[in-house]
């Protein structure tokens, strides 16, 4: 596809289960950044990959929240032990390292946690 | 540090009049200043952005801003308000070196009556 795909567009899971949310960035583009929106808030940041590699985790609010894109392309968050406070709209994007300064968003994953 | 404030969560106009949705941030380094759009149930998607040179920045859908480094303001506007432009808008800043990360504002909703 053109654009940055996210999967699945609505997770609802019960608190302290386990989730993956998966997105796929546009061909191509090496940078890739996780972020949530909480309700009535602008997006934050989590994690940016550059590559493979996590170039920068600071976003990540505890460590039951995990990120991996072991090929450089499809990246999967991962959140184990689920709390109500995780529900959010997890948003992924994607840029070129160089020159890219527009980062590409996906639709994000509204994820609810009962 | 970076950090973003929008005035005002929520602006109503009349279909036709003029749209003004503030901006102001904070940087210690040379900031990269966004403006996105979030229509209902879906992705974020640029306006139009500031790097450097020409503070006057002219994006898609008529939507133009100023940078003002003296206010540290990237104000939004367009001169005739559409009821096509009813969204959510975000205002977010980066740094201008090495990766990207955007810090955005809690968002404008803007509002257009007939």
């Known amino acids: 596809g053109a654009g940055v795909s996210q999967t699945p567009s609505n997770k609802v899971t019960e608190k302290g289960k386990y989730v993956e949310l998966r997105c796929d960035p546009i061909s191509g583009h090496t940078a890739l950044y996780w972020y949530r929106q909480s309700l009535g808030q602008g997006p934050e940041f989590l994690i940016y990959?550059?590559?493979?590699?996590?170039?920068?985790d600071s976003g990540l609010p505890n460590d039951r929240f995990f990120a991996v894109r072991p090929e450089g392309s499809v990246s999967t968050l991962k959140i184990q032990r689920t709390e109500r406070g995780d529900s959010a709209v997890y948003l992924c994007?994607?840029?070129?390292?160089?020159?890219?300064?527009?980062?590409?968003f996906g639709p994000g994953t509204r994820l609810t946690v009962l | 540090a970076q950090s973003v404030t929008q005035l005002g969560s929520h602006v109503s106009v009349s279909e036709g009049a003029l749209v003004l949705l503030r901006c102001n941030y904070s940087?210690?380094?040379?900031?990269?200043l966004f403006w996105y759009v979030q229509y209902p149930n879906q992705g974020l998607q640029l306006l139009l952005k500031?790097?450097?040179?020409?503070?006057l920045v002219k994006g898609i859908n008529g939507f133009e801003a100023e940078f003002k480094k003296s206010e540290t303001s990237f104000h939004l506007t367009k001169p005739s308000a559409h009821m096509s432009d009813a969204a959510e808008y975000f205002c977010a800043v980066s740094g201008s070196t090495g990766f990207q990360k955007l810090v955005f504002g809690t968002g404008t909703r803007l509002l257009v009556s007939p």
């Open positions: 994007a994607s840029n070129l390292l160089a020159g890219g300064i527009e980062q590409f």
């Open positions: 940087s210690s380094v040379p900031p990269y």
């Open positions: 500031y790097t450097t040179g020409a503070t």
């Open positions: 990959f550059q590559g493979t590699g996590a170039a920068d």
